[in-house]
């Protein structure tokens, strides 16, 4: 508008004319008609009305009406600059949605995949290009098309006659690239940076969470079947030390008296000795029960050399396990580490920490309990069995110048009877041995061991393995322990000249152990227990079906015995 228009708004213009022309025009008409009647010449007075109301009349309307027309002309074009402003603004604020909500699903998407196909669609919303291709490094790719009723089926593909190619690149590697069918304006470029600005940081936030699952995924693999407490507390801070940046680390674990020392610990001099106290930077972690960093003094004095510590407790519902110390030589080493990522890992190595514990536990209670059984067998079978050897012998020598005929013969079966206890000896020594499978692996600890179990027992083993054989660790002890229990009870009890071993890797692993002895009846002896730790076919088949497996027994008396077990494949 310009100043004069401003300055009187159409409304004030109506008013003026409506307020002050008419009498104006009462006022110039009377001085006009006064003029006139005094003119001289009568015709004179005709030529003066005719030029009067014929000329300046319309003049003034005129320009009355020329003056109200151009404060309407000016609203008008105010109304439409605004009308403008505001399709601007909708259009503005519609793109800002979609780029708000390409965000968002950005944020959501859950891998790799889903971001670029989130991308390629939000880039059509946002920009209204008529197709959309999204390239990031590693081969992946995804295109969108608006095509022809916009409802996303493909579009034109990108360099196609009659297209504008606009194809900026995306920060960290890739590019955007948008097809249009006018020429982009400058602000539609803009909008793509900064849309490929905006798939980046999706990209790399994909790319940041699947690194921290296949990072818990791999603590937890590593961690799962570990007994070994230092193996185990190594596995996991070197893990840690690896996505913090940290070049020392060290567990303290909280003893029965609830006094936390040392229980593994690693810089650049190599593996230091457990069993120390914790230094105070630890005992604050513990006492906070949440991370906490230090510098300086209160680094070095966890480990020498160093400059900056993060200290993360391990707790879980029953209360303080430990505390687990980073380390490094760099001043603000962990201002950047991502802390909650780490506390995760800390909490699975709480959960080990406890399961190890745990096991170790059992295992002290297995040794007692095997011990007691261990007594038990010897009081009842082979220290009885001695005594009446040594009775017999007593007899002997009382007998040996009386009846030297009659001494002979108990000579005979006090000889005998210490035979069978010697044999019996071996076999349980032999059943006892400890078995290295995490040093052999399953297939030639199974030979090693039906191979001595043959020589041991003076019985025709025979060993057939066929087929892939993949278990877990905790799959393959409960395998082994199932054999070596089943081979026990034929050197024990079934009398047999001959057992054939199959191990068979399928769907399922198949364990078949075949004797040719004297058999029995399951129904009648299912909880009988062996000499080799105390498993009987009950507890067996608990162990079997424990691991989603089956167990079974076929045995009658006099036709002997087949023992099948099947665990499916790790």
């Given amino acids: 508008m310009h100043p004069e228009e401003r300055g009187f708004r159409l409304s004030d213009r109506v008013r003026v004319v409506r307020n002050v022309l008419p009498p104006l025009i009462v006022l110039v008409v009377g001085v006009v008609e006064f003029l006139i009647s005094r003119l001289p010449v009568p015709r ?20 009355s009406v020329e003056w109200i027309a151009q404060g309407t002309r000016a609203r008008e074009r105010a109304e439409r600059e605004l009308r403008d402003l505001y399709g601007q603004l909708h259009a503005s604020h519609a793109q800002l949605g979609a780029v708000q909500a390409l965000m968002r699903d950005l944020t959501d998407a859950p891998d790799m995949g889903a971001v670029l196909e989130v991308a390629a669609r939000g880039a059509l919303r946002v920009t209204g290009a008529a197709h959309a291709t999204l390239t990031v490094p590693g081969g992946l790719s995804a295109s969108a098309g608006a095509g022809p009723g916009g409802s996303g089926e493909a579009g034109p593909v990108e360099g196609e006659a009659g297209t504008y190619l606009l194809k900026v690149p995306v920060p960290g590697g890739g590019a ?16 793509a940076q900064a849309l490929a600005a905006e798939v980046a940081r999706g990209v790399e936030a994909v790319r940041q969470r699947t690194l921290d699952l296949m990072t818990l995924y791999s603590v937890d693999q590593s961690i799962r079947a570990e007994r070994n407490m230092r193996r185990l507390l190594s596995r996991v801070t070197r893990t840690m030390a690896e996505r913090a940046g940290a070049e020392a680390r060290a567990v303290f674990l909280s003893d029965q008296d609830g006094v936390l020392r040392l229980e593994y610990a690693q810089d650049r001099q190599g593996e230091k000795p457990g069993g120390l106290p914790a230094p105070p930077f630890a005992q604050q972690v513990a006492q906070a029960g949440a991370p906490l960093t230090a510098a300086d003094e209160g680094a070095a004095g966890v480990f020498p050399g160093a400059h900056s510590v993060l200290g993360i407790p391990m707790r879980d519902e029953e209360g303080l396990v430990g505390v687990i110390v980073l380390g490094d030589a760099r001043d603000r080493a962990f201002d950047d580490a991502r802390v909650s990522l780490l506390a995760l890992m800390a909490g699975q190595a709480t959960l080990a920490v406890r399961n190890a514990r745990a096991y170790l536990y059992s295992e002290e209670l297995a040794i007692s309990d095997e011990r007691a059984r261990i007594a038990r067998e010897i009081h009842d079978g082979v220290a009885q069995s001695l005594a009446f050897a040594a009775l017999k012998l007593d007899i002997v020598a009382r007998q040996l110048h009386a009846d030297p005929a009659k001494a002979e013969a108990e000579v005979r079966a006090a000889t005998q009877l210490l035979r069978e206890q010697i044999r019996e000896v071996r076999r349980s020594i032999f059943a006892l041995r400890p078995i290295d499978l995490e040093r052999y692996g399953l297939l030639e600890t199974v030979r090693r061991y039906v191979l001595d179990f043959g020589e041991q027992n003076n019985i025709r083993a025979q060993l057939n393995i066929s087929g892939d054989v993949q278990l877990s660790p905790g799959d393959e002890a409960v395998v082994f322990r199932i054999l070596q229990e089943s081979l026990n009870n034929v050197a024990k009890h ?16 198949t364990l078949r152990v075949q004797d040719d002895g004297a058999g029995f009846d399951p129904a ?10 105390g498993l009987g076919l009950l507890q067996m088949r608990e162990r079997v079906e424990a691991r989603g497996g089956t167990y079974r027994v076929l045995s009658s008396p006099g036709h002997g015995t087949l023992v099948e077990a099947e665990l499916p494949q790790g």
């Fill in 524 to 533: 009648t002896i299912t909880g009988r227990v062996s000499s080799a730790g």
């Fill in 176 to 191: 955007l690239a948008l097809g249009f069918a006018q020429p982009p304006a400058e602000a539609t470029e803009a909008l």
């Fill in 494 to 509: 079934a009398r047999a000249q001959e057992v054939k071993v199959t191990l068979h890797g399928g769907e399922q692993v």
């Fill in 44 to 63: 004179q007075e005709l030529w003066a009305h005719l030029l009067f109301y014929g000329l300046v009349g319309p003049a003034v309307t005129y320009f």
